[in-house]
Every structure is written in C-alpha cells, then in structure tokens.
C-alpha cells in the first residue's frame, strides 16, 4: 500500500559567505551607475509585439538571438531585472537576468523562430517597443550568427544621477485572493500521494491551434487532463486533483501554487507541442534546467523573505545563508526526482506514445519551478503535425497517453517507497 512519504536525499553542500558579500560591494564601488539603474517596470507582450517598461531612465539596450532552443535576448544598459508577464503568442515565456552589474537581460522564449523588427525607445527614454515577425528556421539561424543591434535612448534621456530623492504614496488595494483549491478526488486522508495534473492553457487563453482541424491546445489539454485523472483514479493507489476541471484562465504561477498548497507529491503540467515546421512530431518531456534553479531559488528566498515553510523547514527560523543552502538543496533533490520522473514517462508510455529522439529535455518553464514539488511539462505531441493532432484529439489516443502516465507514476512512487525503507 503506497503511503504519502517526504523524503530528503543529503547533497553537496555550496557555501556562500562573507566574501560573496564583499565581491558584491566591491562591484557596487567600482560601478555606481549600477546601483543608480533604472528597473524593469514591466515586460508587456502580445500577439506579436512586445513593450518594455522601465520605473527610471536607461543607457540603451542592444538584441540578440539565440538558436535551440529559438530565444530573443535584450540586454539593458543601467538596468535591474523587474516584473516580467506570461508568455503570449510568438512569446513562450519571458525570463530576466543579469549578466553583469547595472545591465538587466531580458530573455524571450520562442514559440516558434521570430525576429525583432522595429524596434525603438519612447520620447521620454521610458519604455522600449518592438515587432515580432514569425521567420524559418534557416533565416532565423542565419540572422542568430550576425551581430547585436544597438539602440540608444532619445538624446538628453539617458540614465543619470537623481539630483533629488522623492517618495510618493498611493492606496494599492486589497492583494487579490488567492486562486480556489481544486477538489481532491481519490480516497480521504492523506496517506496515498497526491499527483496534481495540469491542463495548459484555458479560458482566453487557447493556445497552439492546429492548421489541419482547427483543434486547440486548451481543449485538447483538458481532454488529456480528465483520461489521465480517470486511469489514476481507477488504479485505487494515488489521490488526484486537476488545476483546472473546465474552460478557464489560470496564471502560471497559479498552476504550481496549486500543487504546493495542496502539498502535491507530483505535479504533471499537461501541453501539445507546435512547430513551423508541420513535420515535425513526437512527444517530449521537460523537467527545469539547473541554471533556471539557482536563478529562482535566489527570487524565491527574497520575496518570501524567509518567511515560507519548504519541504517541512521553517526558511526563518535560520540565518540567509543556511535559508539559502536548504533552498538549494531541496530545489536540486526537486529537480533529481523529477527527472528520475521524466525518464520513466518516457519508458512506461514508450510502447504506446511515440517520442522524440531527444525526448527528456531541460528549460526553465515557470510551471516547473515549485522548489519542493517534483514537477514535468508533458508536450504528448505536435499539434502542428496532422498525425499527432489526430492521435490527440481522439479518445483511443487519449486514453494511451493517460495509460502510460499511470504506469509511470505507479512505478514512480513504488520505488520512492522502496527506497524509504
């Protein structure tokens, strides 16, 4: 009988210390306009453009692109990384970084190959628009080689000194509940494990639409979503929940704050792959990358601000730097369990569901990045392609991707519970 279990697996530990704090005031000496830099209000992003917003003045931006997986980098001259939005469109997600002091990189993953086209600053050097204009791949690839293409703020609106502080307050509201908890289907109590499926996209959201039929990815991922929960329940040895059970609209960081409130042993975000190329085919599976880890380890610390329980340790009962490192731990013991995951997906559902040839793939999805929930996306195939996209939409098809998943998390949780004792 399968018993919902926590384990912790030791790992290396990484110190980090006094000198990492003075090599950061050392850069903030040699370098004051980086601690002068204006911060990304907001990265806005549409069907097919894109607007960056920025809370003070800037020194300039250049672009860039980067091949496989297809990526749009901007790099902002007197700038801190900021609030992003989701992903929309051409846009399959949007990540910020910084690659070096007083610059922001703001990195856009593609849906598909696209290239930046008119690109310029407002009057006011306050924001930056730009095109996207969907491309081939050859093109894309080619114009990835040539060099970076500057842009500079309108003349006397560059990132300066403030001759004055002011501070300005306003009333912001009540802070938006918090999304309702989905129902937990399966036995009561909590000693079978729970496994939290994901149906992408929803509501205005419908994702990649396939040229053959005219299907959608939101539909096509609900239908997806209900067969797995069904063959799961059927089974008697896990409890299931669905992030969403009908035709809705969730953020993303609803979806994997879903399955950390309700404590989720797995979370299985549910999506049908799309391609310019309408040949292309095959399933894959994507479990985080371990640079996205650190990155949002780092984000996650600082807006909990210690204050959040993960994997059953009170982050504020320690100093930063031991919050810090059992962060890391648990985000790297999350990730390992993961993709022992991914792999088994890719076996028990091999016989049934074809794949890719590179199918366990990693990327920094922002549903995958719950620090203490083991987490995959699941692209069950190219909606693109005629094939895939029948084999989707039909039940028959359906149900065999639902039978693999429930072989694989079987398994999964059986040898989580022989390695137990």
Request: aromatic share 4%; charged share 25%.
């Amino acid at each position: 009988m399968f018993r919902n279990k926590h384990w912790t697996i030791p790992r290396r530990r990484r110190h980090r210390g006094v000198m990492g704090l003075l090599l950061v005031l050392m850069a903030m000496i040699s370098n004051p306009a980086a601690v002068l830099a204006g911060q990304i209000g907001a990265v806005e992003v549409s069907d097919s453009a894109v607007t960056l917003r920025f809370d003070g003045l800037v020194a300039g931006a250049s672009t860039f692109l980067l091949a496989g997986p297809d990526r749009i980098a901007l790099d902002i001259a007197g700038a801190e990384p900021g609030r992003s939005s989701a992903g929309a469109g051409l846009v399959r997600a949007v990540r910020q970084g910084r690659p070096d002091a007083g610059t922001a990189r703001v990195v856009l993953d593609l849906a598909q190959p696209a290239i930046v086209t008119g690109a310029r600053f407002a009057a006011d050097g306050r924001s930056l628009t730009f095109q996207l204009r969907p491309v081939s791949a050859d093109e894309f690839q080619r114009v990835s080689r040539g060099p970076r293409t500057e842009l500079v703020p309108p003349a006397g609106f560059s990132a300066k000194p403030p001759e004055k502080r002011y501070s300005v307050s306003v009333p912001i509201g009540k802070p938006k509940p918090a999304v309702a908890l989905p129902q937990i289907e399966g036995p009561a109590g909590d000693r079978l494990p729970l496994v939290v499926i994901d149906a992408g996209h929803g509501g205005h959201d419908p994702g990649a639409i396939s040229p053959h039929s005219g299907k959608r990815e939101k539909d096509i991922t609900l239908a997806l979503a209900r067969a797995i929960r069904d063959e799961l329940l059927a089974s008697g040895r896990v409890r299931v929940a669905l992030t969403r059970a009908d035709d809705r609209y969730l953020v993303l960081e609803e979806r994997f704050g879903i399955a950390r409130r309700l404590k989720a042993d797995l979370f299985i975000s549910i999506h049908a792959d799309a391609a310019e190329n309408q040949e292309a085919s095959g399933a894959s599976i994507y479990t985080l990358s371990e640079v996205a880890s650190d990155r949002e380890a780092a984000r996650l610390a600082a807006r909990e601000n210690k204050a959040n329980v993960i994997n059953g340790v009170d982050l504020g009962a320690h100093s930063g730097e031991v919050s810090s490192i059992l962060l890391d731990l648990t985000q790297r013991e999350t990730m390992n369990i993961a993709s022992d995951f991914a792999r088994l997906l890719q076996r028990e559902a091999g016989q049934a569901v074809k794949f890719r040839s590179h199918a366990h793939r990693f990327a920094s999805f922002v549903v995958l990045k719950a620090p203490d929930t083991p987490s995959v996306l699941f692209e069950t195939g190219f909606i693109s392609n005629k094939d895939d996209a029948e084999f989707l939409a039909s039940s028959a098809g359906q149900k065999k991707v639902a039978r693999g998943v429930r072989d694989a998390v079987q398994l999964h949780f059986a040898r989580q519970i022989a390695s137990s004792r």
